[in-house]
């Protein structure tokens, strides 16, 4: 049984124009996704900056409302829901932001930030309890109890990010949206969070939405991936699997920008022409063929479908299993 599950979600931003500011056009952040992710599972959603990732991030915990499509946690349809049933329901979902200073209220205490969530849901029934269950989350996160009457800026990036982990863990949530969690923070500091987020997922059975650019930081934490492109999923697969024998030219182009740590591994790069097309006015046909170094006559006209080339590994591409890009 799924824990998630997204079908067909859309997010079209309204643009307006001249003097009465009427709506002509639309942002396409996100345009037609689905997917599904499974109680404890980590699921990574990677792509380049713009391709309405962090939007669907939002946008499935309700901070962005949905144009279109439905969300389902637990079975119950969260498009459906508002005000105070919405709220509710908020316990089982919380997010990870991207930037672990900006994301924290400098004017609140560590005790203040982490305690919210716990007075927004009355669940402490006494100022002790509610002590001690900030000191526990503390201490589950890597943080001395003592740094509880602290404020943001005496703590260091990563030292900020435990503390906007130990927030999203006050609820005892099912699901976390990390919304690329570790990309301000140094290397090693990277290497010390995705560690943490691990052992707190093997020992409360959190599943993870786990949004990052980076290909290598998404195989070390993920089972799953999914590799979106101006605003749609074009590739779906296993991890290793996908950084192993990737089918779309995009995700190819992708992990061919990976560093390699072993200098004998030489891997050709694939330098992608051109930008990324506006979600204004996407291209018709496949969304990638404008910059597809394969790319042929139908690409341009003919949108293609998610198809299986091997088991469980789907492409939106016409050339799978027909044809390879470029490795």
Same mark, same amino acid.
Do not use: W
């Given at each position: ?12 931003? /309204? &643009? ?13 952040? &996100? ?10 599972? *980590? ?55 991207? +930037? /672990? ?7 609140? *205490?560590?005790?203040?930030? &982490?305690?919210? @969530?716990?007075?927004?849901? +009355? ?16 201490? @589950? ?13 005496e703590f260091s990036g990563g030292q900020r990010q435990r503390i906007g982990i130990a927030r999203a863990l @006050? ?44 290909? @290598? ?43 390699? !740590? ?8 694939? !330098? ?9 006015? /996407? ?45």
């Amino acid at each position: 049984m799924s824990l998630l599950e997204v079908k067909n979600l859309k997010v079209h931003f /309204p &643009v307006r124009h001249g003097m009465f500011s009427r709506v002509r056009e639309s942002v396409k952040a &996100v345009d037609g996704v689905s997917f599904s992710l499974a109680p404890g599972e *980590t699921l990574g959603l990677v792509g380049e900056s713009g391709c309405g990732k962090s939007t669907l991030g939002r946008a499935i915990l309700r901070l962005v409302e949905p144009t279109a499509g439905e969300i389902f946690l637990g079975g119950e349809n969260l498009t459906r829901m508002n005000g105070a049933e919405l709220r509710s329901r908020r316990r089982k979902f919380q997010m990870i932001f991207q +930037d /672990p200073f900006g994301s924290l209220n400098p004017r609140m *205490t560590v005790e203040d930030i &982490v305690g919210e @969530a716990l007075d927004i849901h +009355d669940l402490t029934d006494s100022p002790a309890a509610r002590r001690r269950r900030i000191e526990e989350l503390l201490s @589950a996160v890597g943080l001395d109890a003592a740094y509880a009457q602290r404020y943001p800026h005496e703590f260091s990036g990563g030292q900020r990010q435990r503390i906007g982990i130990a927030r999203a863990l @006050a609820v005892e949530p099912e699901l976390i949206i990390c919304d690329e969690p570790v990309s301000a923070l140094d290397v090693s500091v990277q290497a010390q969070i995705i560690n943490l987020l691990r052992d707190l997922q093997q020992q409360r059975g959190i599943a993870y939405l786990f949004i990052a650019h980076d290909l @290598a930081v998404v195989e070390h934490i993920s089972r799953r991936v999914l590799v979106m492109y101006l605003g749609k999923i074009v590739e779906s697969a296993a991890a290793k699997e996908i950084i192993r024998a990737p089918k779309h030219p995009y995700t190819q182009a992708l992990i061919s920008a990976v560093p390699e !740590v072993d200098p004998d591994t030489k891997r050709r790069q694939i !330098v992608l022409p051109g930008d990324v097309p506006s979600p204004i006015h /996407p291209p018709g046909g496949c969304p990638f063929h404008p910059r597809c170094p394969i790319a042929e006559a139908r690409c341009k006209t003919e949108a293609p479908g998610f198809c299986e080339g091997e088991k469980e590994h789907f492409a939106a591409c016409h050339l799978t299993g027909t044809g390879s890009a470029p490795r």
